[in-house]
């Protein structure tokens, strides 16, 4: 089993910044991606941005230029830097993590909300 514990959200008006951050716990020496995911009221959850144990990233196009993510391996965590946020980023944002004997593993959420 995983634990995945985030933190970082809150309230920022747009074009300011906000870093997630996820640490995990447990069986994490075989989790290759972790990831943040998010979802807005009425809407899927859909990914953000995931990165491998060896760095390879990925981006959701919306966030490209805008979001960093970035991972500690040896602390287990994976941090998210939101800069120039807008309206439409706010949601719910869970870390993601995994495989571990195939089963990925969510955080509880966050609640990201960019509104002036």
């Known amino acids: 089993q995983v634990q995945l514990v985030e933190s970082g959200g809150g309230l920022v008006q747009p074009g300011g910044s906000l870093r997630l951050s996820c640490a995990a716990s447990?069986?994490?020496?075989?989790?290759?991606?972790m990831g943040w995911y998010r979802q807005a009221p009425g809407k899927e959850r859909d990914l953000v941005a995931t990165?491998?144990?060896?760095?390879?990233?990925n981006y959701k196009d919306s966030v490209k230029g805008r979001f960093t993510i970035s991972r500690d391996n040896a602390k287990n965590t994976v941090y998210l830097q939101m800069n120039s946020l807008k309206p439409e980023d706010t949601a719910v944002y869970y870390c993601?993590?995994?495989?571990?004997?195939?089963?990925?593993?969510w955080g509880q959420g966050t609640q990201v909300t960019v509104s002036s």
């Open positions: 990165i491998t144990t060896g760095g390879r990233i």
């Open positions: 447990g069986s994490t020496s075989s989790i290759y991606l």
């Open positions: 993601n993590a995994g495989p571990v004997f195939t089963k990925y593993f």
